[in-house]
């Protein structure tokens, strides 16, 4: 690697706690280590593999400007349901570690990161995979250093995986990401080392767009996240939606940073609108934000169509007025013992890891102490035993019926540990092969090997096209309303790009919509003309919404919403 820009170089030190120390004539910069970010679950191993992973969605970075600046620290609540991904990570390891016919006789390592669902921090841990944690080193222009990991698993959200791939992919380490969709991501010349078990939104907003036309809505509201992930999507679905002749009413964007004003108001322009379908590409931590907003409006019945960020997300399914949503999700899976595994959790690993111990806080309501007096115990909490038992908790953790996501994490390390074995092992697969773990193994040979992967895992495949991306297969999601009155996911149908034009999408099954209603909601802007009236644009508003006025003289319209007047006398003209 070549530093062709000291500047920018020193900036993104400075990011990641680097702190310049001096700049030769021959332009080699010696730096020092100010502060790490200590994996969240580690493990040793021949070949290490980097994980990321969105633990929590806040972060502080106090910032005085009189002296060195503070390490990155990951705050707020834990989401479980990131655990469970990483969790996955770790299950998939210790599968292909006990394999005799994947990488045999090679144990793989790992260390598994927070990202706070923040780009500072991504960078942080990025230049960390990139550069390992020596203390002190030199780097000069001819830099020959090997990255740390041989490749990285995550994240879990579009912005921070742009910005680790662009670090990542200077060095030529592959990223695996499970649920980073931006069609954007696609483009290999910006992004040559990305590859991603989860489809390319690409394919998702021509589905959505397919969806809503389906169903014959053409008067709809639309909102996104303001994000690379929302923003990108809803780019790609409005121009469908166009091709489509689909009218969209509103287009707006937000997000969890926000003013407060201005989710407020656009929870309001929900309300007040005519739409009564609204598409929305928002994810999980944004669409909490907007549904305790729409929670203190007045009551209004909408048809909510969701994207894969939000339509499985068990934390959103408590929102009662988001009953009947429909959306498409990631396939739904199974993967042999994971609950098993997951339940598995004990004292020794509680006591290895901050991330596991907080988890287990919040998860029983106590407090985990060494010794015999807990000095942080000011909330009056009970002592945890480290006995506790998971398989009576309910939480997105333990809850393995919609493996989704979480499956997309699974494949994504099966896929790096085929192309490993494709670097050090001679022999087929399936048979003897010979390994050899003392081989330095170059992060640009595994990002070779991805490229060819095409394997099946317990009977999911896994390929990447030249994009890096799988072929985009979607369940169609509904919320329903069980018996004990508790919402569910419930899948009513399928999406498959692979399959010819107009057959990608079909129904298996009754869909429950808004109100628990069985016909289909309308949103159209305006009814359709009935015989014997024309349609007439409205002054300054989209085709969709129109005025219905009498047939002028010598005019005939003999069909409900016809929209082109049939002149009479021309019609007889042409008979002679």
Not at 468 to 490: C, H, R, S
């Amino acid at each position: 690697m070549w530093i062709s820009d000291l500047g920018s170089l020193a900036q993104s030190l400075l990011i990641t706690q680097w702190v310049l120390l001096t700049v030769s004539e021959t332009g080699s910069i010696s730096c020092r280590l100010q502060g790490t970010s200590t994996p969240a679950l580690s493990k040793e191993g021949d070949f290490l593999i980097g994980g990321i992973f969105a633990f929590h969605y806040e972060h502080i970075l106090e910032q005085n400007f009189t002296g060195h600046p503070l390490s990155l620290q990951c705050t707020g609540r834990l989401y479980s349901r990131e655990l469970r991904f990483a969790r996955a990570m770790e299950f998939a390891i210790e599968e292909i570690n006990n394999r005799s016919d994947l990488l045999p006789n090679i144990t793989l390592g790992y260390q598994i990161h927070d990202s706070c669902g923040a780009v500072p921090m991504a960078l942080k841990v990025a230049f960390q995979f990139a550069n390992g944690q020596d203390p002190e080193f030199t780097l000069d222009p001819s830099c020959t250093v090997m990255a740390n990991v041989a490749a990285v698993i995550g994240d879990s959200n579009t912005t921070p995986s742009i910005g680790m791939t662009r670090v990542l992919g200077l060095f030529g380490v592959p990223q695996v990401s499970h649920f980073a969709t931006c069609a954007c991501l696609s483009d290999k010349q910006q992004y040559p080392a990305f590859f991603r078990t989860i489809p390319s939104d690409q394919y998702q907003a021509a589905a959505l767009a397919q969806l809503v036309k389906y169903f014959g809505w053409t008067w709809i509201g639309a909102i996104c996240s303001d994000s690379d992930y929302g923003n990108s999507g809803m780019a790609s679905f409005l121009s469908a939606a166009q091709k489509e002749g689909i009218c969209v009413e509103y287009s707006v964007a937000f997000s969890s940073s926000s003013p407060r004003i201005k989710v407020e108001r656009l929870a309001e322009l929900i309300c007040s609108s005519t739409s009564r379908v609204i598409v929305a590409f928002v994810d999980s931590v944004d669409m909490h934000l907007l549904l305790q907003e729409l929670t203190k409006q007045p009551t209004r019945l909408l048809q909510w169509i969701g994207c894969e960020a939000w339509v499985t997300d068990p934390e959103v399914l408590k929102y009662g007025l988001l009953a009947g949503a429909v959306g498409f999700g990631i396939e739904r899976s199974v993967i042999p013992g994971f609950r098993k595994f997951l339940l598995g959790l004990s004292a020794v690993q509680l006591s290895h890891s901050t991330l596991l111990k907080e988890f287990w806080q919040e998860t029983f309501n106590c407090r985990l102490f060494e010794g015999q007096i807990d000095p942080d115990n000011s909330e009056g909490l009970k002592m945890c035993t480290g006995t506790e038992d998971l398989s009576t908790v309910n939480n997105p953790y333990t809850d393995t019926s919609q493996l989704r996501i979480t499956n997309m994490v699974y494949k994504a390390m099966y896929a790096v540990a085929h192309a490993i074995h494709g670097v050090v092992c001679k022999g087929r697969k399936n048979l003897q092969s010979q390994c050899n773990k003392s081989i330095v193994v170059k992060p640009y040979q595994v990002l070779e090997e991805l490229r060819k992967v095409n394997f099946t895992i317990n009977g999911y495949p896994v390929a990447f096209d030249s994009n890096g991306d799988p072929v985009a297969t979607y369940d169609l999601i509904n919320w329903q309303e069980a018996k004990d009155g508790a919402m569910q996911f419930v899948t009513v149908g399928h999406y498959d790009a692979s399959k010819l034009k107009g057959q990608e999408f079909s129904l298996s099954r009754n869909i429950s919509w808004m109100n628990r209603q069985t016909q289909v909601p309308v949103s159209v802007c305006s009814e359709s003309c009935p015989p014997g009236t024309r349609k007439a644009a409205q002054k300054g508003k989209p085709v969709c919404c129109y005025d219905c006025v009498p047939c002028g003289e010598g005019e005939i319209s003999n069909a409900t919403g016809i929209g082109i007047m049939i002149l009479a006398h021309a019609a007889l003209s042409l008979l002679y």
